[in-house]
C-alpha cells in the first residue's frame, strides 16, 4: 500500500504501473501482467504494488533513479549498479 510512503518516481504503461519509493529507492509494480512487465516472476495480476525481482539474484531492485513503462513492458536504471533492467514483452 503506498499511503503514507513517499513516492520518488511513477511511470505507467497501458495496463500497469511503476512506483520508485522510500529512501532505498525501492522499485514496485502493479497491473495485469499479461506480458510480464511487472517483473514479479510469473504472468499474474497484481491489484496492490509489489516489488519488483530481479531474475538473476531474486533480489528485490533498489537505487533505481529512472524508470519507464511501455504497452508491454518496462524498464529502469539501478544507480547503484549502473545497470539498466528491462522484462516483458519485447524487452
Known sequence: ELRMTRVWLIAAGTDHALFVVNQARLLLA???NTHGQLGVGD???RY???PVIC???Q???V?????AA??????CYCQN????YSWGAAR
Request: hydrophobic share 25%; with cysteine.
Open 30 to 32: 502493479c497491473g495485469t
Open 43 to 45: 504472468h499474474l495480476p
Open 48 to 50: 496492490k504494488p509489489e
Open 55 to 57: 531474475t538473476r539474484s
Open 59 to 61: 533480489r528485490k531492485l
Open 63 to 67: 537505487g533505481i533513479s529512472c524508470l
Open 70 to 75: 511501455g504497452a508491454r513492458h518496462s524498464l
Open 81 to 84: 549498479e549502473g545497470l539498466i
